[in-house]
Every structure is written in structure tokens, then in C-alpha cells.
């Protein structure tokens, strides 16, 4: 969506706050031997406390809250039995609804112990996120995101997942702009404008280029098998630069859980 006015802005802050205040809850308890069914109806109370919506289920009815993948999932994981262990790496997305607007934001977590290149591929994922968010600026090209991002990755040796894309949010889950690259594709001619309101949420991986979909007909997995973080924020596109709508408490940006 593009803002039209203050109460536009004043809303989409609200339910950002929301989902970023339930994504830092879940990761702070997250913990060995909960199931990611347990992680999830405590996404489910936060967001039903705050007078919130889960957008994937509103819109898509996702048998889940939230979307929680674990090791081999990259995306769209359906929380269930899976018992989370030690050593797991666990991507959390959050998104939802509150008076007709949306905000998405999504980080992994490492369950220690942690082995150091998936620590490493955790910091440089929320790494790449800022990368692309650098760019953001009324007038710029899209494609400026991507290209900032795919740098990164390139410079520091891994693989960007290129079948999962950013998005327009606001008014919907999933609007105008579309399929927005995080990954280098000069063809997208596309500008910010003033007030577009959009995710960015690179999947950084050490090997993976696309995923493919399980038999639920909704976990996607990386392929070739590899590991893969995600961290997301949801953005508008102002002259002065980005106003960032899900931050999180600085003291928690998912990653390592102490």
C-alpha cells in the first residue's frame, strides 16, 4: 500500500508494534523440548491480547499462528509436535492484522550449542536485512535493494534463496509491489515512492539457491539442503529514508538465545 495519511501511519505503527513484540516474546522462550505447536500458541496469546489478527491465517488459512521452521525448513514451517532441540536453528515469521492493517516481521535463532558457522550465517543474515534496508529512499530503484544485498552475500560467500522474495504490506499480507528481489536484478526498473509501504527479508544460506514444497502443502525446503536465516522488518519509503515499523527491542534482535 502507499500511506494516504497520518492515521495510515499511525495505525501501521501500532500493528507493528504488535508483531515485533510478539516475535521478541517467542524467541525469548524458546527453548529446548517445547514443541513448535507450544512456541506458537504463545505467538497466538500475544497477538489475541493486542487485538490482533494471524495474517497468514486470515488471509490464507495457515493451520498456525505464526510460521515456525526448524533446521531443514526454510519456510512456511506448520507448528505441530516437533520438539524443538538443543542445536536447532528456528525461524519464527510473524504477521498480522489490527483495523484493516498488516505488518510482517520475521528472525531466526540459534538454540545452543551453536556451531560457529551458523552463527556466523545468523549475524550475517540480520547483516544482509540492513543492507538492504541502506537503500531505502523515496525515488530509488527497487532493485538497489537487491543489488546492496546480493553484494554482501556474494562478498562473504553464500547463497541468497531466489524463489522467496519481499513484498508490499499494509492493507493485506501480500499486495503491490510484488516479488521484490533480494538478490541482484537490474531488469526490475520499479521506484520507491513516497509513503510505499513493503518488507525486506533476504534468506541468507550457505548453499541453498530455491526450495521446494513438502507433502503438507505448506513447509518449504532448502535445496539443495542447506542452512538458511531469515530476518525481516516491515518499511515505508519516506524522502529522509526508511521509517522501520517492526523494530525490536535492541536488546533482543533474535540470533543467539543466552
Known amino acids: 500500500m502507499t500511506i494516504g495519511n497520518e492515521d495510515d501511519l499511525a495505525k501501521l505503527r501500532v500493528i507493528g508494534r504488535i508483531v515485533a ?11 529446548p523440548g ?33 510460521c515456525i521452521s526448524v533446521n531443514e525448513e526454510a519456510a512456511h514451517g506448520i507448528p505441530g509436535p516437533r520438539r524443538i ?6 525461524n519464527i515469521d510473524v504477521s498480522a492484522e489490527r483495523d484493516g492493517f498488516y505488518s510482517d516481521t520475521g528472525a531466526s535463532f540459534i538454540v545452543p550449542p551453536v556451531m560457529p558457522n551458523i552463527r ?14 541502506r537503500q531505502v529512499r523515496t525515488g530509488q530503484r527497487f532493485s538497489e535493494i537487491g543489488r546492496a544485498i546480493g ?26 509491489p510484488d516479488a521484490l528481489a533480494t538478490w541482484n536484478n537490474p531488469a526490475d526498473k520499479r521506484i520507491m515512492r513516497e509513503g510505499m ?4 527479508e533476504p534468506f541468507l544460506s550457505l548453499g541453498a539457491w530455491q526450495t521446494v514444497q513438502g507433502g503438507d502443502g505448506w513447509t518449504l525446503y532448502a535445496m539443495p539442503p542447506a542452512p538458511v536465516v531469515q530476518f525481516e522488518h516491515t518499511l515505508v519509503a ?3 529514508g526508511p521509517v522501520i515499523l517492526t523494530l525490536r527491542d535492541n536488546a533482543f534482535q533474535g540470533g543467539l538465545l543466552q
Open 21 to 31: 513484540m510478539t516475535l521478541q516474546k517467542m524467541g525469548a522462550v524458546l527453548e
Open 34 to 66: 517445547m514443541t513448535t505447536a507450544e512456541l506458537d500458541a504463545i505467538g497466538r496469546d500475544c497477538l489475541e491480547r493486542e487485538g490482533a489478527r494471524s495474517a497468514p491465517q486470515l488471509d490464507y488459512k495457515f493451520p498456525g499462528a505464526t
Open 85 to 90: 532441540q538443543r542445536g536447532d536453528l528456528v
Open 120 to 133: 556466523q550465517l545468523c549475524e550475517d543474515g540480520e547483516r544482509a536485512t540492513w543492507e538492504g534496508i
Open 151 to 176: 553484494s554482501f552475500a556474494r562478498k562473504k560467500g553464500y547463497s541468497l534463496i531466489r524463489d522467496l522474495a519481499s513484498h508490499g504490506v499494509g492493507r493485506s499480507l501480500h499486495e503491490y
Open 197 to 200: 509501504v513493503f518488507t525486506i
Open 238 to 240: 519516506t524522502r529522509q
